[in-house]
């Protein structure tokens, strides 16, 4: 119960700020009131009438920015480069309302919440300047120091509360502490005097007591935000292991792919060539009818000639051993040219010839199977 409130009560602060950001801005030129100018209780950011291209002047109109604090400001978003606000030089600031450059303040002196930058700079701020201070000057409760303050010495801090929230939507105070310490030492709130800086692994209160500037959920200082991570030697084996098991996988599955694939090539292959086989088997068979039948004397009977195309003197059954076989049941394995001059004067023909190819040299040419052993016609 006491979670959801609390949750509740931050939304509505946020809504609040949220209804007065926008519903306030006047353009330029507009009418302003300075006494609404406040620093925002979740960001402290200042908060105008005015749009963030302008600042309320003193007139009681918006008038625009003569200055800048930051590279890229913000609300200049359809302004080129060299249309923003100058930036000050060197010994000069721009305040967070942005009117015009104003000169350093001295030690002692007003500035703006956390604007170290509007603080002057000691003559030795090279040894001053750390990573919680500006050239080693510092604005602690709107109050210009340097951070020059040593071990045991009296000191002043500046506590600053922000809203956090959990995952869950709870919301919790994150204070950020700040002091005039110098480097290595952070203030003590109790005491209010300089202490040195914890290691890691000592018991710490705030991250301002760690050197990491990290003081971890158990009470002791951890490693810094920026501290790099040094994996175990294990670590490097096993990455080491992942990398060889993945590589010899992939090659494993490309090898079993190529194999798959040769596979289905070889078959593809064999169909065909079987099917060339059969197909030249036909041709030689429809060569060799060719050659019976115009061997024939005239005037052939229709039984006489059926049964030549298997063989000469009589039909053909399948007991005879030395008859031709039908089509597409014998594979001859020996072939050969032969360019032999016949009686005839032309190219002497076995019973199984075929014209595959015509000859390069002599028209006469063929291609032809090699004579069989049986007794038949010649052309």
């Not at 008038?63 to 800048?68: H, L, S």
Request: with cysteine.
């Amino acid at each position: 119960m006491l979670r959801t409130s609390t949750r509740a009560v931050a939304l509505a602060i946020s809504a609040v700020s949220l209804l007065g950001f926008v519903s306030a801005k006047s353009g330029w030129g507009e009418a302003c009131d300075q006494s609404n100018t406040h620093l925002d209780t979740n960001t402290y950011n200042l908060v105008t009438d005015c749009d963030p291209t302008t600042y309320c002047a003193s007139n009681g109109t918006c008038a625009y920015k003569g200055c800048r604090k930051d590279i890229y400001p913000f609300g200049y978003s359809d302004y080129a480069f060299d249309q923003l606000p100058p930036m000050c030089p060197q010994g000069q600031f721009c305040p967070d309302e942005g009117d015009q450059c104003l000169a350093q303040v001295p030690v002692g002196g007003s500035c703006q919440k956390d604007r170290d930058n509007e603080c002057a700079l000691a003559d030795n701020y090279r040894d001053l300047a750390g990573f919680l201070n500006t050239n080693g000057s510092i604005c602690l409760n709107f109050t210009c120091y340097y951070a020059n303050v040593t071990l045991g010495q009296t000191c002043v801090t500046d506590n600053t509360a922000y809203t956090a929230y959990l995952d869950s939507g709870a919301a919790y105070a994150f204070i950020v502490s700040r002091d005039n310490c110098a480097n290595g030492m952070y203030c003590d709130g109790t005491a209010l005097q300089c202490m040195k800086m914890k290691r890691q692994g000592e018991t710490c209160s705030g991250n301002k007591e760690c050197l990491t500037y990290s003081c971890a959920a158990d009470g002791k200082c951890g490693k810094a935000a920026d501290d790099p991570i040094h994996p175990g030697a294990w670590q490097y084996v096993l990455v080491g292991l992942g990398i060889l098991i993945l590589i010899g996988g992939v090659m494993t599955g490309l090898w079993f792919m190529h194999r798959r694939s040769r596979n289905e090539n070889q078959i593809k292959l064999e169909q065909y060539y079987n099917e060339q086989i059969a197909y030249r088997q036909s041709i030689m068979s429809m060569s060799h009818a060719k050659n019976s039948l115009l061997s024939l004397p005239p005037n052939t009977l229709p039984d006489v000639a059926r049964s030549s195309l298997y063989r000469d003197d009589s039909g053909w059954t399948s007991a005879t051993n030395d008859g031709l076989l039908p089509p597409n049941m014998r594979r001859d394995s020996t072939s050969g040219w032969s360019d032999g001059e016949g009686s005839r004067g032309h190219m002497q023909r076995a019973d199984s010839e075929v014209l595959l190819m015509p000859g390069n040299e002599n028209r006469d040419s063929r291609y032809m199977d090699a004579p069989e052993q049986h007794g038949g016609y010649r052309g």
